[in-house]
C-alpha cells in the first residue's frame, strides 16, 4: 500500500530553526509536496520536490531524497505565526496526490 | 499566483435540505479540480476529482448520489451535498490543477464549513 509518515506534532521555540521530516512508499513518484495549513483554514502551497536536493524559498526550505523515499521542511527564524500543521503530499505514478496526517507545530515564545 | 475561491465560506442548514457549494479558478483555467473533506483534527480526505466536461471520480466509501459534483467550465465546479445530515457537517474544501502550471500543483480554496443541524 501507499504510506505517508511524518510525526504527528512537534514544538519549536520562537527564532530557532525546526526540521519536519517525511517519508513516503509510493506506487511511481512525480514530486513531493509541502502545505502550511493554520486551523480552520484551507492549506497553502509552500514548496515542491521532484529532483534530488535542497530547495530555498525564503525562510523555508524543502529538501528531498528519491533514493531513500525522504524529505524535510526547513524552517528558519522561526516566528509566531508559523504555528500551523505541515502537510506532506506525494504524487505517485498515477498523479494522484497521496497526503500525510500532517505535523502540528507549535512555536513557544 | 493562483487563486481559487469558494462559496459560501460557511453555511447553516437543516436535516434533509441540499447545499450547494461553488469552487472557482480566478486567474487559471483549471482542467481538474478536486473536493476534499476534513473533519477536525484530521487530514484531508479527497471525495472526488472531476476533468472539465466529464464525470466526477469518486473515491472510495463516496455515494455519488449524496455528492453532486458538476465541472461544467474551466473555471467552475459545484458540489452538491444532497439531503444533508448531521453526520455530514465538515469542512469541505477545492482544489484547482491546471496542466499549463507547473508541477501539476493544487491550488487550494478557503473552504465551506458546513454545519447541519
Known amino acids: 500500500g501507499q504510506n505517508i509518515d511524518q510525526p504527528t506534532e512537534m514544538t519549536a521555540t520562537e527564532g530557532a530553526i525546526v526540521q519536519i521530516n517525511c517519508t513516503y512508499q509510493t506506487s511511481g513518484f512525480n514530486g513531493l509536496f509541502w502545505y502550511q495549513q493554520h486551523a480552520g483554514e484551507a492549506p497553502t502551497f509552500l514548496s515542491y520536490n521532484v529532483l534530488d536536493g535542497l530547495e530555498e524559498k525564503g525562510r523555508f526550505s524543502s529538501f528531498l531524497s528519491r533514493s531513500k523515499g525522504y524529505s524535510y521542511l526547513l524552517l528558519k527564524e522561526l516566528q509566531m505565526k508559523d504555528s500551523a500543521s505541515y502537510l506532506c503530499?506525494?504524487?505517485?505514478?498515477?498523479?494522484?496526490?497521496?497526503w500525510g496526517a500532517g505535523t502540528k507545530l507549535i512555536i513557544k515564545p | 499566483g493562483a487563486v481559487v475561491s469558494q462559496h459560501p465560506s460557511w453555511v447553516i442548514c437543516k436535516s434533509g435540505t441540499s447545499v450547494k457549494i461553488e469552487c472557482r479558478s480566478l486567474?487559471?483555467?483549471?482542467?481538474?479540480m478536486f473536493w476534499y473533506r476534513q473533519f477536525p483534527k484530521q487530514s484531508l480526505m479527497l471525495m472526488a476529482t472531476s476533468n472539465e466536461g466529464s464525470k466526477a471520480t469518486y473515491e472510495q466509501g463516496v455515494e455519488k448520489d449524496k455528492f453532486l459534483i458538476n465541472h461544467a467550465s474551466l473555471t467552475l465546479s459545484t458540489l452538491t451535498v444532497t439531503s444533508a445530515h448531521p453526520e455530514d457537517s465538515s469542512f469541505y474544501i477545492c482544489s484547482a490543477r491546471s496542466a499549463g502550471r507547473s508541477a501539476d500543483t493544487q491550488y487550494f480554496g478557503p473552504g465551506t464549513r458546513l454545519t447541519v443541524l
Open positions: 486567474d487559471f483555467q483549471a482542467t481538474t
Open positions: 503530499a506525494v504524487l505517485d505514478g498515477n498523479y494522484q496526490l497521496i
